[in-house]
T-cell receptor, first 114, second 114 residues
Framework: KQEVTQIPAALSVPEGENLVLNCSFT??????LQWFRQDPGKGLTSLLL???SQREQTSGRLNASLDKSSGRSTLYIAASQPGDSATYLC?????????????WGLGTSLAVNP | DGGITQSPKYLFRKEGQNVTLSCEQN?????MYWYRQDPGQGLRLIYY???????QKGDIAEGYSVSREKKESFPLTVTSAQKNPTAFYLC?????????????FGNGTRLTVT
């Protein structure tokens, strides 16, 4: 059974720090790994999608890496800002056709303090 | 701007009543999804639809029903058979080529049943 784990569950850092959020998955047979951001009481916003054949994706201050062999993905946030405060979720896509399914982690709640 | 609109933002109902949550998208996406989010649990898939007039049960479909009469619309009905309906409900959509197309989410509907 595919499981996705995010560590740490919560993180508090001072503004300006570089930080890494971790996502691990038990089954390496995934098609992609997606990172999302969720602000309190809001929906999810897609940040980065890494296909299984890729090693990393970058968008602005965000960089996500994928290592299928070790079952890990990391989201790197450079020069963190208070506006980065949110919950970050990862999800792994497995299966094909009608059996495809996104398996979700519980998220890392990030607080960036001014 | 393209996006997903969920309405209403907050919904209150008495136990035993059916209630319908609205989801409309103007992204021209073929696939649409309903998720439920509860504190301390990952997102759980209720129903999804890949084309008009067709939909499949997700992991927790009992007590819910959907329809997909138009490409843009995917309403969710929470019936009185759902044992614990109070939750945050999220609608999402994606391109049919989901292997390299991320999910787009609405801002959610918070349903409270008393």
């Amino acid at each position: 059974k595919q499981e996705v784990t995010q560590i740490p569950a919560a993180l508090s850092v001072p503004e300006g720090e570089n930080l890494v959020l971790n996502c691990s998955f038990t089954d390496s047979a995934i098609y992609n790994l997606q990172w999302f951001r969720q602000d309190p009481g809001k929906g999810l916003t897609s940040l980065l999608l890494i296909q299984s054949s890729q090693r990393e994706q970058t968008s602005g201050r965000l960089n996500a890496s994928l290592d299928k062999s070790s079952g890990r993905s990391t989201l790197y946030i450079a020069a963190s800002q208070p506006g980065d405060s949110a919950t970050y979720l990862c999800a792994a896509l497995r299966g094909a056709g009608n059996n495809r399914k996104l398996i979700w982690g519980l998220g890392t709640s990030l607080a960036v303090n001014p | 701007d393209g996006g997903i609109t969920q309405s209403p933002k907050y919904l209150f109902r008495k136990e035993g009543q059916n209630v319908t949550l609205s989801c409309e998208q103007n992204l021209n996406h073929d696939a649409m999804y309903w998720y439920r989010q509860d504190p301390g649990q990952g997102l759980r898939l209720i129903y999804y639809s890949q084309i008009v007039n067709d939909f499949q049960k997700g992991d927790i479909a009992e007590g819910y029903s959907v329809s997909r009469e138009k490409k843009e619309s995917f309403p969710l009905t929470v019936t009185s058979a759902q044992k614990n309906p109070t939750a945050f409900y999220l609608c999402a959509s994606s391109s049919i080529n989901f292997y390299n197309s991320p999910l787009h989410f609405g801002n959610g509907t918070r349903l409270t049943v008393t």
